[in-house]
């Protein structure tokens, strides 16, 4: 990991390169005891960390500032000290070339080998101020570190001219690879490839090439040059067209008895052709699984692939290639017990809306059966308003459990019973069908909001006896009812809030968000909108709870919607009260308790 001294609190992207060029040596001088850390003018904390998707290390080192009688800091002192004789650039070691946008990739005359690294250098720069203030200026640099003694960019050979070849050779260029696309009719496709990218017969293009991506079907594997792929390390990214693998060997391990002197990685099958060439998809935003039997083959591919702007994922040896071809082919693997439930739970509380309001209430009432034109909205309604309110408990009762589970043990390591780890784990597939009704009954209820199926929320209503038989209802000479304005606003603040945790459920909003920021919305403001839409219900249900609503010898909906979050609240409820709360505080953050007292999971008694 390289480091460095450039401030205060400055990020800086640097380069992987040999300990004889200026970054190695600026890093080793500025750590020696003449440096002005070293001398006590300032204290630096370094805390080191990768960032995903890039090729390079990112040092982050908050520090103090110096004093202000301070004439030099550390960031003056690398600066000039990276320029005198001894420095590896004064002693013509490397030759540092800085440049401030992206020019021409060719290599710099009289270099053969293209010894050229590529990176992007963001610097925190702290020069300018303004009394107390500082204004901080972000500048992106280009920087290529080139002579013979630099770092070789890898050379890579790409087989195949096709949309998925094309646009990996394109992405590897991009990020600085020197790219060689292998065909056998080079010119079929010259055209809808970059110039900068040669196109050679597939023989040629592998030669003096160490990897070499085969990005062709399985059925072509044949007609490849085998005996000159013996050797080298093969990337496969091919992919089945058939759901199910009809044998027991992946692409890879048939290439690799194909090819056996040769090193085969599977990785980037993953990714599609449009991810490949749309700049506009963040980096580090796509995981790339790799498998290999060759320790070093896999550790190269993963650094080419986080070049590329995506983040590696090992999955160890050869044979779990078969796993990642699986991943391309499966559809919604996540969804499916989900969806399974949703429906489920769907179609029971419309059955039940069905049996009461379309078969027993025509047949006690009125001798015929002769509601059916309420079937397909009015039904659909009441039974996505029941769907939704289940389906929000359904994503906290799980967490209840587990609380008390640890509790009753007392320590947070053993694992959770597999229906509950299998239902923990789908709590956001379930949060977002759950959505899904709410918005459909959001969307129904103010399409049809009328006094007729709504009289709440339209305030009381003059009658006028028109004739002995007729008496008619005039609504609007008088305010809503204050249960009408109370039901309205528990449902659109509940119905808010279940938008927010919708929102920040997905990953391009939850990668923003620190743990404690998510952990809020997802619980503070979860539990607060399972408590408004409880209310929404009870406010406009109150008078058909108990036994006032039972017909047929059916609950009102009303009521056994509450049934699974009454019961998910008061089991919450105990778990923020002194001592469940204290003691599940404890477990969780990793005391077990023993014979009545908690100790640390080493076995020191606790502090707390």
């Not at 918005?439 to 007729?452: D, G």
Request: aromatic residues 10%; charged residues 20%.
């Amino acid at each position: 990991m390289n480091t460095g001294y450039i401030g205060e609190e400055t990020n800086v992207t640097l380069v992987n390169v040999n300990k004889t060029n200026d970054q190695e040596w600026v890093r080793k001088i500025s750590l020696n005891r003449d440096s002005p850390t070293h001398r006590g003018e300032a204290n630096g904390d370094v805390i080191s960390s990768q960032r995903r998707g890039d090729r390079e290390d990112i040092v982050s080192m908050k520090r103090s500032s110096p004093t202000q009688n301070e004439e030099v800091n550390d960031q003056e002192w690398v600066r000039k000290i990276s320029h005198n004789r001894d420095s590896p650039t004064q002693r013509g070691e490397a030759n540092g070339i800085i440049k401030g946008n992206h020019e021409n990739d060719s290599e710099p005359e009289g270099q053969e080998g293209g010894n050229i690294t590529t990176t992007t250098a963001i610097v925190d720069m702290e020069d300018d101020y303004d009394g107390d203030q500082r204004d901080r200026k972000e500048v992106s640099k280009e920087v290529r570190f080139g002579g013979s003694e630099g770092v070789a960019r890898e050379k890579i050979a790409v087989i195949g001219s096709g949309d998925f070849g094309r646009a990996l050779a394109g992405r590897l260029s991009g990020a600085g690879y020197q790219v060689v696309i292998g065909s056998r009719n080079p010119d079929r496709n010259r055209e809808i490839i970059p110039e900068r990218i040669p196109v050679k017969p597939t023989e040629e293009a592998i030669q003096d090439i160490d990897i070499v991506i085969v990005a062709v079907p399985r059925s072509c594997y044949a007609t490849l040059p085998l005996t000159q792929l013996a050797g080298k390390i093969l990337v496969d990214v091919s992919n089945r067209t058939t759901r199910k693998n009809k044998t027991n060997m992946s692409h890879a391990e048939y290439l690799a008895c194909m090819v056996p002197d040769a090193r085969v990685v599977k990785a980037f099958n993953v990714l599609s052709a449009y991810a490949l060439e749309n700049t506009s998809i963040a980096r580090g935003s796509k995981e790339v699984y790799i498998s290999g039997n060759d320790k070093e083959a896999r550790e190269r591919i993963s650094t080419i692939t986080r070049g590329a702007g995506f983040t590696p994922v090992d999955m160890g040896g050869l044979v779990a290639a078969r796993l990642i071809e699986d991943i391309p082919v499966m559809t919604f693997p996540a969804w499916k017990t989900p969806l399974i439930i949703s429906c489920s739970l769907f179609s029971v509380l419309y059955l039940i809306t069905f049996l009461k309001f379309q078969v027993c209430w025509p047949l006690t009432w009125y001798g015929k059966w002769d509601l059916w034109k309420h079937m397909p909205m009015d039904n659909v309604n009441k039974t996505l308003a029941v769907h939704a309110l289940t389906m929000l408990a359904a994503c906290y009762t799980p967490g209840v459990l587990a609380g008390w589970i640890q509790l009753a043990r007392g320590t947070k390591y053993s694992s959770f019973p597999r229906w509950l780890d299998s239902w923990l784990k789908m709590r956001k597939q379930l949060g977002l069908l759950m959505f899904f009704a709410a918005s459909v009954h959001a969307c129904l209820s103010l399409a049809y909001m009328s006094p007729r199926y709504n009289d709440l929320a339209f305030g009381y209503a003059d009658k006028f006896q028109i004739n002995e038989n007729t008496t008619i209802k005039v609504y609007g000479s008088n305010k809503m009812h204050w249960r009408g304005e109370c039901f309205l606003m528990a449902g659109v603040f509940g119905f808010s809030l279940v938008g927010l945790l919708a929102i920040s459920s997905l990953p391009s909003v939850s990668s923003v968000l620190s743990w404690r920021e998510f952990t809020i919305i997802q619980s503070g403001l979860g539990w607060s909108s399972l408590v408004l839409l409880c209310a929404h219900d009870m406010f406009y249900g109150w008078p058909y709870l108990g036994t006032a609503g039972l017909s047929c010898y059916i609950p009102s909906s009303f009521q056994y919607s509450l049934y699974l979050p009454f019961l998910t609240i008061l089991l919450k409820v105990p778990l923020m009260i002194p001592p469940f709360s204290s003691s599940l505080t404890k477990i969780r953050g990793g005391q077990v308790r023993t014979k009545g007292s908690f100790k640390t999971k080493d076995g020191r008694a606790s502090l707390a």
